[in-house]
């Protein structure tokens, strides 16, 4: 996998000061998308050992509330084999701090994986289910509302996966 870009202080992708990381590779192509250089999934740089290991460790620092995962489209089938042993590791590392990711994809809280089928993998659930928040649904232009906290239009959903793996109901996050 390649990534797009890291940023070290993020107050815009989640709650607090976080570490984002923008993975390469979409293929939803949102009308008007933030991001359309991160489509490619050649783009960027890889996903190396010593970039993780960077990370690993400045999720260390005190201030630093969690990591987001952006794109790109992390949810992507090979992202998702590239992203899971990364983000297994910062869980057991970090138990305390939050993991937030971004998709295009929709969520389907009655099975605990994405409604389009053929994009899970053998482990959408186990990486989703490490997730504490998850912002889904694609980028709609139409439904763009600037006044939305952490999240580009109203059919993008807010959801806390903890609470809905439990309940297998949508549990919004923020309204
Ligand atoms: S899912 Fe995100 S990165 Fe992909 S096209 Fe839509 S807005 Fe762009």
């Known amino acids: 996998m390649n990534y797009a870009t890291i940023k070290w202080t993020d107050i815009a992708n989640g709650e607090g000061v976080r570490i984002s990381l923008f993975v390469s590779g979409c293929t939803h192509r949102c009308k008007n998308c933030f991001n359309q250089i991160a489509w490619d ?26 990591l987001s995962l952006l794109g790109g489209e992390p949810l992507e089938p090979q992202n998702q084999r590239a992203l899971y042993p990364f983000v297994k590791k910062v869980k057991e590392s970090y138990p305390n701090k939050t993991i937030w990711c971004y998709t295009g994809f929709v969520f389907d809280e009655k099975t605990g994986d994405l409604r389009a089928k053929d994009k899970n993998t053998e482990i959408t659930k186990e990486l989703i289910s490490l997730f504490d928040v998850l912002i889904d649904g694609p980028y709609v232009e139409e439904l763009k509302d600037i006044r939305l906290k952490f999240r580009g239009s109203s059919n993008q959903r807010v959801i806390d996966v903890q609470k809905t793996l439990k309940s297998k109901n949508c549990e919004l996050y923020l309204e």
């Open 41 to 66: 999934f050649d783009y960027g740089m890889a996903f190396d050992e010593p970039t993780q290991e960077k990370i690993l460790k400045e999720l260390g620092s005190g201030f630093i509330a969690g």
